[in-house]
């Protein structure tokens, strides 16, 4: 078996960066071609404000974020445009790793947890129908949290402690995988036990026996 998952009973993944292929400057270049030239100040992969916390936890709505994307930019710009560059980061799901996933799902426990926001969950929802399905991708995981239905996010360790009460696990018998270096210190104050996925990395390769 794979050195990671020796003595572990459930395996839990971050979406993007980790599943789904994302490129964060795809989306800051697209915000520029709009007129919004400081994008990068407002939002980044390590430190978001705090307007970017709420849109994650649901406790600001699409409408409400379109809004402070206009007034930031002192820009009127349509719905569509401003969706269209915020999804920009959103690349692909390569079929391998579904074909991974299913391959663990026969040993492992399966649990999702995403920071993401409604109008990045409906825009991954069309990519991976496109892929293979969402079906399928739904039925491989035992449980999907996403913030912005469960009004939390990482890297708060009370997240991580929520999860692992909601589904009656044992830190000690997890894996838990993000491209995040945040994510990782906040699960590890759960004593859940941790890969950071770095770029030299791909999941498929990692966890392939």
Not at 122 to 143: L, Q, S, Y
Not at 168 to 183: A, E, G, Y
């Amino acid at each position: 078996m794979n050195d990671l998952l020796i003595n572990k009973k459930h395996i839990l993944f971050d979406l993007g960066g980790v599943l789904l292929n994302i490129d964060y400057h795809r989306t800051s270049r697209a915000f520029v071609d709009l007129g919004i030239t400081n994008f990068d100040e407002l939002y980044s992969q390590a430190k978001q404000s705090d307007v970017f916390d709420k849109f994650e936890t649901g406790e600001l709505s699409d409408s409400d974020f379109r809004d402070f994307i206009r007034q930031s930019a002192n820009l009127n710009l349509e719905d569509h445009h401003i969706d269209k560059a915020w999804n920009a980061m959103l690349l692909d799901f390569p079929l391998e790793r579904m074909v991974l996933l299913e391959k663990l799902k026969d040993d492992f426990t399966l649990i999702l947890i995403s920071n993401t926001n409604r109008i990045h969950v409906r825009a991954f929802t069309e990519i991976i129908n496109n892929h293979f399905g969402m079906k399928r991708f739904e039925t491989v995981f035992d449980k999907l949290y996403y913030s912005s239905s469960i009004g939390r996010r990482k890297p708060d360790t009370s997240t991580f402690e929520w999860i692992l009460s909601e589904n009656s696990l044992n830190p000690k018998d997890c894996l838990f995988i993000d491209d995040s270096v945040q994510h990782i210190h906040g699960a590890k104050g759960a004593n859940i036990h941790c890969f950071h996925l770095s770029e030299d990395y791909d999941i498929v390769e990692l966890l392939r026996n």
